[in-house]
Structures are given as structure tokens and as C-alpha cells.
């Protein structure tokens, strides 16, 4: 059974910093791509990090400079730092993983940025 469960999310002031966690069960992790996605209320889902199993990273626009990916393969974990966050940061952020042709997502997890 799959399993992505994310946490770290939370309210956070401008220019704050936030890690979020994803950690993975029920497949094989290091053969999986790993990616962060957000969504705004009113909004679709986008891309917000990705990392690829030889650990290549890639970032959508508005997380590029601000926003790491990284993950343990040996902890079955994926994280996302996240810096100098704004209020249009605001969203769920949700853990996804493709492995063997198939696409799994978490539950999501809160991020509110506001003074």
C-alpha cells in the first residue's frame, strides 16, 4: 500500500522559512521521481520542485532561488526548504511520486504566509 505523508506546513510570517516532509511508503522509493506541487485556492495544481532519481533537481519559476528539494533514499523521505516565502507562496502543497508508470499523491499540507 502507497503511502505519502507530508507535514511541516504551518503559518509563517513574509521573508520566513518552512520545511516541509514527505515520507514515503509502499514502493521503492529510489526509483521513484519525487516533485512538490502547490495549489492555490481557486488556482490548479502546479509544479513546484522535482527531483529525479540521480538526485537532478528542477523548480518551477516562482521557487527558483528560494526553494530547495532534496531526499534520503535511505529514510524513504523527500523534503522542500522553503525561503524568503511570500504571501502568493500561500497554498497546499502536496508530495507526489511517479514510479513504475504510476502516480501517487499525498494528502496535502497547509502553508499560509501572512503578518
Known amino acids: 500500500q502507497v503511502q505519502l505523508v507530508e507535514s511541516g506546513g504551518g503559518l509563517v510570517q513574509p521573508g520566513g522559512s518552512l520545511r516541509l516532509s514527505c515520507a514515503a511508503s509502499?514502493?521503492?522509493?529510489?526509483?521513484?521521481?519525487m516533485s512538490w506541487y502547490s495549489q492555490a485556492p481557486g488556482k490548479e495544481r502546479e509544479l513546484v520542485a522535482q527531483?529525479?532519481?540521480?538526485?537532478?533537481?528542477l523548480y518551477g519559476d516562482s521557487a527558483k532561488g528560494r526553494f530547495t528539494i532534496s531526499r534520503d533514499n535511505s529514510e524513504n523521505m523527500v523534503y522542500l526548504q522553503m525561503n524568503s516565502l511570500k504571501p502568493e507562496d500561500t497554498a497546499d502543497y502536496y508530495c507526489?511520486?511517479?514510479?513504475?508508470?504510476?502516480?501517487?499523491w499525498g494528502q496535502g499540507t497547509q502553508v499560509a504566509v501572512s503578518s
Open positions: 507526489n511520486a511517479k514510479v513504475d508508470m504510476q502516480l501517487y
Open positions: 527531483i529525479l532519481t540521480d538526485y537532478v533537481t
Open positions: 509502499g514502493f521503492r522509493f529510489s526509483r521513484a521521481i
